[in-house]
């Protein structure tokens, strides 16, 4: 049996190390206004994320390593116990990714699942992972047994519980979010009680954790659906980005095409007139796959181009030139299902002390992406942001989530941004962000919750119609609302 970790209730300690979350964790984040340096959040009990601008004071933080049994809900029943009689909130994270303390309860106890148990069902065509277990250790089991997660993000280092609990969704089609592939899990409420869950068992629990935010119940195990390993060949089309949604959903409709995505040129002067759409289809030939690979030499030499990029429009030319032109001649070939998702988040690090990368995505209809492409271009190239990419997938109708961000079928648009860590780079995303929501809401979208804070209350309610009964079934389920972080306290909590 593992161990229930109190001595990692130190921060930046333990796996914050052997994940290298150090920078995240780290109590002592510079923030520079302007060129002159100001003073930096700081102290032993400091967590925050990998924005590395959500510095939280918390009580305590813990590892927790159990397996799924009686001892890791003993855990968690005892934990929540304690948080409840002294007041304080209570939420559980994985990795971290998210940007705006959405896995950190402020001056509560923070717990980190770290435990990576999978445990394959093939005749069901399913496996159950422990809450905690990151997307590299399911592949890493479902790899050499010829299976592969179904919906998982595009990168590689994040929980499977979190996954749900954000519901995100990956670049393989023709799927919805990650949460309508769980066919069921275990949870432990705000009151201790384990509950399992399903689309058909406790469905409004179920339906409320999904894209939940760890909110409604700790999950403490999942039966996943996994599809067969696959050899892929992809193909290139490049077009015109008002032509992109309708070859997107001939692409989608295509039972042949199994992964796509899309992406648009981010040059200044022609910011999102031009895209490309990427479609990968099952090569003829599906015997002896080769074991999921890391990050090719594309996928590293990409990542240096997309770091020079910064600041440099001809840079920006020519990478655009070398995805669209070059990389379909050169090395961009066959590859498994498993090793085009076995990629990890640091293959596009930043190294520069003096930046963060923080991300945004919006979700809007097909029929309203060209509106969608209007609003970006006023809005994004007139800001003080550093722009670095967008990703185009396909989310199809989510019809389980209470807090659904694709109630219909939606092009979802992940961007990129390198931002300076100082206060007035801050101040003018958070102006971005809100002039974005705002487009996208008035074309029927929605934005992404697990991203940086600075959406309005009011913005929030307009995206997510179902974001009212959340927070009052949210507030019987849990009365004393053990289970908070800065999602609840800053939107949920006051709706
Ligand atoms: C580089 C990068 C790429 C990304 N790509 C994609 C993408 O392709 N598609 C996409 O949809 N999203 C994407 N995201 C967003 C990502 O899915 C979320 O940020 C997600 O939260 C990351 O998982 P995590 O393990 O870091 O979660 P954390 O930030 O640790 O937690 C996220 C949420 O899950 C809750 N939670 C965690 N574990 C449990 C549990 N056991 N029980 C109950 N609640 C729990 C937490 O309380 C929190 O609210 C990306 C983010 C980054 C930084």
Same mark, same amino acid.
């Given at each position: 049996m593992k161990t229930f970790s109190r001595r990692a209730a130190l921060l930046g300690t333990g796996a914050a190390a052997g994940w290298g979350l150090s920078r995240?964790?780290?109590?002592?984040?510079?923030?520079?206004?302007?060129?002159?340096?100001?003073?930096?959040?700081?102290?032993?009990?400091?967590?925050?994320?990998?924005?590395?601008?959500?510095a939280t004071p918390v009580h305590k933080h813990l590892i927790v390593r159990e397996d799924a049994g009686e001892a890791l809900v003993a855990a968690v029943r005892r934990e929540l116990d304690e948080a409840r009689a002294a007041g304080r909130p209570f939420n559980v994270g994985a990795a971290r990714h998210s940007m705006g303390g959405q896995a950190i309860p402020r001056d509560g106890t923070a717990v980190t699942f770290d435990n990576g148990a999978v445990e394959i069902d093939s005749a069901s065509g399913t496996y159950r992972a422990h809450a905690g277990a990151r997307w590299s250790q399911v592949i890493a089991a479902l790899d050499p047994a010829g299976w592969s997660p179904k919906v998982m993000q595009s990168n590689h280092d994040f929980g499977v519980a979190a996954t749900y609990s954000v519901n995100a969704h990956g670049w393989p089609v023709p799927f919805g979010p990650m949460g309508s592939t769980v066919r069921s899990l275990r949870m432990v409420l705000p009151d201790g009680d384990l509950v399992t869950c399903s689309p058909s068992e406790n469905t409004s629990l179920f339906n409320m954790a999904m894209g939940g935010y760890g909110l409604i119940g700790v999950i403490v195990d999942l039966d996943v659906e996994m599809v067969k390993n696959t050899r892929l060949s992809p193909s290139f089309e490049v077009m015109e980005a008002g032509k992109f949604a309708g070859a997107f959903r001939r692409a989608i409709e295509d039972p042949e095409v199994t992964m796509a995505y899309g992406r648009l040129n981010v040059e200044r002067e022609t910011f999102f007139r031009n895209a490309l759409l990427v479609t990968y289809r099952e090569t003829a030939d599906q015997a002896e796959l080769s074991a999921a690979a890391g990050s090719g030499w594309m996928s590293h030499a990409a990542s240096r181009l997309y770091r020079a990029q910064l600041g440099n429009e001809t840079l920006k030319?020519?990478?655009?030139?070398?995805?669209?032109?070059?990389?379909?001649?050169? =090395?961009?070939? !066959? #590859?498994? /299902?498993?090793?085009?998702?076995?990629?990890?988040?640091?293959? %596009?690090?930043?190294?520069?002390?003096?930046?963060?990368?923080?991300?945004?995505?919006?979700?809007?209809?097909?029929?309203?992406?060209? =509106?969608?492409? !209007? #609003?970006? /271009?006023?809005?994004?190239?007139?800001?003080?942001?550093?722009? %670095?990419n967008v990703t185009l997938r396909y989310v199809a109708q989510d019809?389980?989530?209470?807090?659904?961000?694709a109630t219909g079928p939606r092009i979802a648009a992940v961007m990129s941004f390198s931002q300076e860590l100082t206060q007035r780079?801050?101040?003018?995303?958070?102006?971005?962000?809100?002039?974005?929501?705002?487009?996208?809401?008035?074309l029927g979208g929605a934005y992404y919750l697990p991203y940086r804070p600075h959406a309005t209350l009011e913005q929030l309610a307009a995206a997510y119609a179902g974001a009212g009964s959340f927070a009052q079934a949210k507030r019987e389920l849990d009365p004393q609302l053990v289970l908070r972080n800065n999602l609840w306290d800053s939107y949920l909590g006051r709706l």
């Open positions: 995240w964790l780290g109590p002592d984040l510079p923030v520079y206004d302007g060129t002159a340096r100001v003073a930096a959040p700081s102290g032993d009990n400091m967590l925050n994320d990998a924005s590395g601008l959500s030319s020519f990478r655009w030139w070398n995805e669209t032109r070059l990389a379909p001649v050169l =090395g961009s070939g !066959e #590859a498994t /299902r498993n090793s085009l998702i076995n990629e990890p988040v640091v293959t %596009l690090d930043d190294r520069n002390p003096d930046r963060t990368d923080i991300l945004h995505e919006y979700f809007v209809g097909f029929e309203a992406f060209d =509106g969608f492409l !209007e #609003a970006c /271009r006023e809005v994004i190239p007139a800001s003080y942001q550093e722009f %670095l019809d389980q989530s209470t807090l659904a961000f780079a801050e101040a003018d995303m958070a102006r971005m962000t809100r002039e974005l929501i705002d487009r996208v809401v008035a």
